[in-house]
C-alpha cells in the first residue's frame, strides 16, 4: 500500500477518510486491509488466466505487462495499465524517474523480454540468469504506480513455467527483505548474481 513508499505528484492523490492510506479508487475503499484483500483476489484471478488460461508462447513485451496489469487493477485504479507519472522511492531507495519510464520500457522489452522469453534455456543457470536480469531491471524502472512487486513475481513465474518448472515460492524472499533489496539495488551496477542467488532459492525450494 502507499504507505510503504514516498510519492509526488498528481497520482499521489488518496481516498478520502482513509487517512492517506489507500489510493484514490473507483470502489471507495478507505481501509488498507480491504484494500490489500481486494488485490488479492483480483491478482488470483490474473494469475489463473495468464499462467492456466493463457500463457504465453511467444517474447512478451511490454504491452503484455501493461495489459495483466490494467487486467489486474482496473476495476480499482482509473490509471491500472499506465505507466506512472508520478516519482517513487522506498526508504530512502528511488526508482527511476517517472519522465525517463517509457525510454527505460523500450530497453527492458529489447534487452531483457526480447532476449529471455520464451525462456527455453537448455541450462537451469541460464534459467536462473534471465529471470534474475529480468526481475531486476523491471523493479529497478518500477514502471506502475503500484503492484510492481508483484507483477513482476509474475512475470518471473510466467517465465519459470515456460521453461518447465512451477512457479516460484518467493518465502525466502520474504523472510529476507533487506537482502533481497540489497541485491535488487546491486543491479544499479550491473551486478546481478545477488539476485540470481535469491532466484535459485525460490526456484529449488
Not at 107 to 123: H, Q
Not at 126 to 147: D, K, M, Q, S, Y
Request: charged share 25%.
Amino acid at each position: 500500500m502507499i504507505n510503504r513508499y514516498d510519492a509526488e505528484g498528481a497520482q499521489s492523490t488518496f481516498q478520502p477518510g482513509s487517512n492517506e492510506q489507500v489510493l484514490s479508487n473507483k470502489l471507495g475503499i478507505t481501509d488498507p486491509e480491504d484494500m490489500d484483500d481486494a488485490e488479492l483476489v483480483l491478482l488470483e484471478k490474473l494469475y489463473q488466466s495468464v499462467l492456466i488460461e493463457h500463457l504465453p508462447d511467444r517474447p512478451l513485451t511490454v504491452q503484455d505487462l501493461k495489459d495483466w496489469h490494467r487486467q489486474w487493477l482496473g476495476n480499482i485504479y482509473p490509471w491500472a495499465g499506465d505507466v506512472r507519472a508520478v516519482n517513487l522511492g522506498k526508504d530512502g531507495f528511488f526508482f527511476a524517474a517517472a519522465p525517463q519510464i517509457p525510454r527505460l520500457l523500450d530497453g527492458f522489452e529489447r534487452d531483457c523480454l526480447a532476449k529471455y522469453t520464451p525462456c527455453r534455456p537448455e541450462l537451469d543457470e541460464n534459467l536462473i540468469r534471465a529471470i534474475a536480469v529480468t526481475h531486476v531491471e523491471f523493479i529497478l524502472i518500477h514502471p506502475f504506480r503500484e503492484g510492481n512487486g508483484r507483477l513482476s513475481r509474475l512475470l518471473a513465474d510466467v517465465m519459470a513455467v515456460q521453461a518447465g518448472y512451477v512457479p516460484l515460492d518467493y518465502s525466502s524472499w520474504e523472510r529476507n527483505k533487506e537482502a533481497y533489496f540489497a541485491a535488487i539495488s546491486q543491479g544499479l551496477n550491473c551486478n546481478y548474481e545477488p539476485m540470481e542467488y535469491w532466484v535459485r532459492q525460490a526456484l529449488w525450494t
